[in-house]
C-alpha cells in the first residue's frame, strides 16, 4: 500500500525528535549531577539556559531577522510563566534534589510527571482513552520496580524536592496550551531560557549560591557544556516541537524511557550494577510505552490534520503558535500544542 509522502514525512520527523529527546534527555540527569560536583545546583542552570538562550537567539536572529521575535505582551508573559515554573521551579529543583539522591533515583522520580498530566486532564474534564491510561498505569508499575533497586539512592528530603519540582513541570507543561504564546516555537525557547535562567539566578543569590570559579572542575565545565549545546538546545527543542507535532501521551512516554537511559549510563560510567530488578523494570516500561504509542497511533490522519491546523487543547512547553480555536482539539483523548 503507498504511503502518501505527507504523511510519511512528519511521521519521520515525530520519530526522529522523540529519539533524541529519549536519549539526550536520559544522559542529562548524569550532567547535572556531574556539573553540581563544583558548581552551585542553581546557579549551574542559571549558566546552562542563559547561555543557551543567547545562541538560540543568535542563530535565530541570523537565520530569520528580527521578526522572530515579534509578539505580544501577553505572548511574552505567557512563554515567561511557563519558563519560569519548567525550568526556575522544574530543573533547577532537580538539581538540587541531584545533591542528595542519585541521579537514577531522580530520573525515576521524574517519571510522575505523566501522571500528574493525567490528573489534571481529569481536572478539566478530558478523559483519557483506556489504553492510554492503561500504559501510563504500566509505566509506572515498571518505574515502581525499578525504584525498589535505587530508593536507597538518597534522602527524603532529595526524594520530596525532586517530586516538587515534577509538579511544577507538569504544571507548566498542563498551562502552556491554555495560555498564548510566541508565534515563533524557536523564539519561544529562547524566551523561556532566558527567563527560566533569570529565575536561577536570583532565586541561587538569594538563596547564598556563590560561583567560585577557581574551584570548578574540569569535569564540571565539559558537564556544562553538555547541558548547554545538547541537552538545553537539542533536547529542549525537540521536545517543544514534539508538543505542537504528536500527542502529549506519546510526548509523554520520555518519562518512562529516560530512566532507562539514566540507569544504562550509571551502569557503563559509575559503574552501577544492573539486577534482575532493573532488567524487569525496564522491561515493564517499554511495555508502557509501547501500549501509550499503539494507542495513540490508531488515528494518524486526526494528528497529522492538526499538526497542520486542526486541534485540541495541547499539554506541553516550548515553543508553538498563538492559541487558535481550531488548533486546539485533535481529539477529546489527545491533548497537544500547536508549535
Known sequence: ???????????????????????????????????????????????????????????????????????????????????????????????????????????????????????????????????????????LGGVAALSLTGADGGSGVGIVVVLLGSVSWAVGSFLSSRIQMPANALATSAVEMVVGGAGLLVLGTGVGERLDVSAVTTRSWVALAYLILVGSLIGFTAFSWLLGNAPISLVSTYAYVNPAVAVALGALLLDEPITTQVVVGGLVILAGVALVISTERKRPKRVLEDVDGGGDVGLGVGGGQEPQPARHHVDPTVEQRGV
Open 1 to 139: 500500500m503507498r504511503t502518501d509522502t505527507t504523511d510519511s514525512r512528519p511521521t519521520v520527523l515525530v520519530w526522529g525528535a522523540l529519539a533524541v529527546v529519549y536519549v539526550v534527555w536520559g544522559s542529562t540527569y548524569l550532567g547535572i549531577g556531574v556539573a553540581i560536583e563544583s558548581i552551585p545546583p542553581m546557579l549551574s542552570g542559571a549558566l546552562r539556559f542563559i547561555t543557551a538562550a543567547a545562541l538560540l537567539a543568535g542563530f535565530l536572529l541570523v537565520r530569520s531577522g528580527p521578526s522572530a521575535f515579534k509578539m505580544s505582551r501577553r505572548q511574552f508573559f505567557g512563554a515567561a510563566v511557563v519558563g519560569v515554573l519548567l525550568l526556575t521551579t522544574g530543573n533547577g529543583l532537580l538539581a538540587v534534589a541531584e545533591q542528595y539522591i542519585s541521579t537514577g533515583l531522580a530520573a525515576l522520580l521524574v517519571a510522575s510527571v505523566p501522571l500528574w498530566l493525567v490528573v489534571f486532564r481529569f481536572a478539566v474534564r478530558d478523559r483519557p482513552k483506556p489504553l492510554t491510561l492503561a500504559g501510563v498505569l504500566v509505566g
